[in-house]
C-alpha cells in the first residue's frame, strides 16, 4: 500500500447546533472544553480529547455528529468510498483545504477531509461531477 493508499483514520469531530451560544456554555460548562471561533457559525472546540468543532445548522442534524477522516489524496479516497458502496452527497472548499460528506450503506453520514487543494467549483457542486 503507498502513501497516498494509507488507511484513513478518524481525525475530526463535528457536532452540529442550532444555538451557538447556548451550545458553547453547555459544552464549556458541562466538560470544561474552550473554543476558537471561526465566523459565528463555526466553533473549534479544545480540551475534548479529539479534535473537533460546533457546526451551526439551520435544524437538527438527521444523523448526529459528523465524524472526519483526513487524506492525503482525496480524490482517491472519493474511489475508495464509492467502490465500497459510499454515495458522495456533498463536496466543499472551506479556509483549510476541502471536504466531501457521503453515506455508507446504513445512511450515516461521515466526511473525509485533505489540506490539499481545491475543488474544480463546478465539481464541488455536483456529487455526480
Known amino acids: 500500500m503507498n502513501d497516498n493508499e494509507a488507511i484513513l483514520k478518524i481525525d475530526y469531530n463535528e457536532i452540529p447546533v442550532t444555538d451557538m451560544a447556548a451550545a458553547k456554555a453547555f459544552y464549556a460548562g458541562a466538560f470544561g472544553w474552550d473554543f476558537i471561533d471561526f465566523g459565528p ?5 479544545e480540551n475534548a ?3 473537533g468543532g460546533l457546526r451551526l445548522e439551520d435544524a437538527a442534524f438527521g ?3 459528523l465524524i472526519i477522516l483526513k487524506a492525503k489524496d482525496i480524490l482517491a ?3 475508495r468510498v464509492t467502490e465500497a458502496g459510499g454515495t458522495v452527497i456533498r463536496r466543499e472548499d472551506f479556509p483549510g483545504g476541502r471536504r466531501f460528506h457521503f453515506t455508507d450503506p446504513s445512511g450515516n453520514e461521515l466526511a473525509i477531509w485533505s489540506p490539499n487543494g481545491k475543488y474544480d467549483p463546478q465539481a464541488a457542486n455536483d456529487p455526480d461531477a
Open 41 to 45: 457559525t463555526y466553533a473549534a472546540f
Open 49 to 51: 480529547g479529539l479534535d
Open 63 to 65: 444523523t448526529g455528529c
Open 77 to 79: 479516497a472519493e474511489v
